[in-house]
C-alpha cells in the first residue's frame, strides 16, 4: 500500500475545496469509524495524516457508542480516548471548545434526546 492515499470524512484545510480529492495541506483531520475498519487500516491513516507537515488533529469518532480519540501533534501525536457525554474537547489552535455530547448532537447516542 506504498501509494494509500485516506480519504477523511473531515478535513480543514487552509485553502477551498476544488474538484481534488487530496491535500497536503491540512490542519485537522476526522474519521467516522465503519464497521469495515480493520484496526491495521486505522493505524495506517493515523501514521499517513500524522506524517502531514501542517497536522494538527486526527480525531476518530465511533458512530455506535460515545467513544472519540483525539491525537494532538502537541502532546506528540498521544491517544486521549473521550468515552462520557460530558469530556471536554480542547483546540486551542482553532479557539474551540466542546463536548463529547456535541459532535453526537442530533443522532441516535444524542444524550440530551434522552
Known amino acids: 500500500m506504498v501509494n494509500f492515499q485516506p480519504e477523511p470524512d473531515v478535513t480543514v484545510a487552509s485553502s477551498a475545496a476544488g474538484y481534488e480529492l487530496f491535500v497536503e495541506d491540512f490542519a485537522l483531520v476526522a474519521e467516522i469509524l465503519s464497521p469495515s475498519n480493520t484496526r491495521s487500516e486505522v ?59 456535541d459532535l453526537y448532537c442530533g443522532t441516535p447516542l444524542d444524550p440530551r434526546r434522552r
Not at 506524517?51 to 488533529?57: D, G, P, Q, S, V
Not at 460515545?66 to 486551542?92: C, F, N
Request: aromatic share 8%.
Open 43 to 101: 493505524e495506517l491513516k493515523l501514521r499517513r495524516y500524522r506524517e502531514a507537515a501542517t497536522n494538527l488533529y486526527v480525531v476518530l469518532i465511533e458512530p455506535r457508542q460515545l467513544l472519540v480519540e483525539i491525537y494532538a501533534r502537541r502532546s506528540a501525536w498521544q491517544k486521549t480516548g473521550l468515552a462520557h457525554a460530558d469530556d471536554p474537547i480542547e483546540m486551542p489552535e482553532f479557539g474551540m471548545r466542546c463536548s463529547v455530547s
